[in-house]
């Protein structure tokens, strides 16, 4: 699978930004899907994940009510919807993709197999 992210930029704090992640080569109906960001010096922190099956989602904590996480298996993409950003939503973006997670796991950069190259989010004040 390869998994290309898009859409990152410059957006004022308070404002909305929406990442795509379109994947070729495997189609993502049946993957679990993820949403990472990373910053200089720290270790890559989840965003947000869509199981494949039932469908369930799962936020972080400092996303949960701003941003959301869809997919479109006829297009074989996974948006962000990143709305009322703030300043320390800074980050490079990633998407990856993973098919033997569980529960536990769907949290976990190490779970997911595939990555997008990542995109970056600068959000100013």
């Known amino acids: 699978v390869q998994l290309q992210a898009f859409g990152g930029g410059l957006v004022q704090a308070g404002g909305s930004l929406r990442l795509s992640c379109a994947a070729s080569g495997r189609t993502l109906s049946r993957l679990d899907m993820a949403w990472f960001r990373q910053v200089p010096g720290k270790e890559r922190e989840f965003v947000t994940s869509?199981?494949?099956?039932?469908?369930?989602?799962y936020y972080a904590d400092p996303v949960k009510g701003r941003f959301i996480i869809s997919r479109d298996n006829a297009k074989n993409t996974v948006d962000l919807q990143m709305n009322s950003l703030k300043p320390e939503d800074t980050a490079v973006y990633y998407c990856a993709a993973g098919s033997t997670l569980i529960t536990s796991t769907v949290r976990s950069a190490y779970a997911y197999h595939y990555w997008g190259q990542g995109t970056l989010v600068t959000v100013s004040s």
């Open positions: 869509s199981r494949w099956s039932g469908g369930r989602t």
